[in-house]
């Protein structure tokens, strides 16, 4: 059974920082791509960005300059670094790994329970 868990969230005044966590347990073989998703209040989850095995980036337009994505293979975990937080960056956040399992041939789509980060003065 694999587990996605983030952490790190929390309350964090305009123009501060975060970094949230998100580590995977179980009987891995492999994390390939893995990404950031957030949903703010009355909003559609939206990407925030992506890394692949190798470590390429990709993030949406919003994000760009603020936000990184980075990964550790040996540990199975996944971060995202946020700078210069904005109200509007408030949702909650939720880590994805496409991960194949010992044993398997393919990977499957796994998602963490999300974590709160909260924007305010």
């Known amino acids: 059974q694999v587990q996605l868990v983030e952490s790190g969230g929390g309350l964090v005044q305009p123009g501060g920082s975060l970094r949230l966590s998100c580590a995977a347990s179980?009987?891995?073989?492999?994390?390939?791509?893995a990404g950031w998703y957030r949903q703010g209040p009355g909003k559609q989850r939206e990407l925030v960005g992506v890394?692949?095995?190798?470590?390429?980036?990709n993030y949406a337009e919003f994000a760009k300059g603020r936000f990184t994505i980075s990964r550790d293979n040996a540990e199975n975990k996944v971060w995202l670094q946020m700078n210069s937080l904005k109200p509007e960056d408030t949702a909650v956040y939720y880590c994805?790994?496409?991960?194949?399992?010992?044993?398997?041939?393919?990977?499957?789509?796994?998602w963490g329970q999300g974590t709160q980060v909260t924007v305010s003065s």
């Open positions: 994805n790994a496409l991960i194949r399992q010992v044993g398997e041939v393919r990977g499957f789509d796994y």
């Open positions: 179980g009987s891995i073989f492999r994390i390939n791509a």
């Open positions: 890394i692949s095995s190798a470590g390429t980036t």
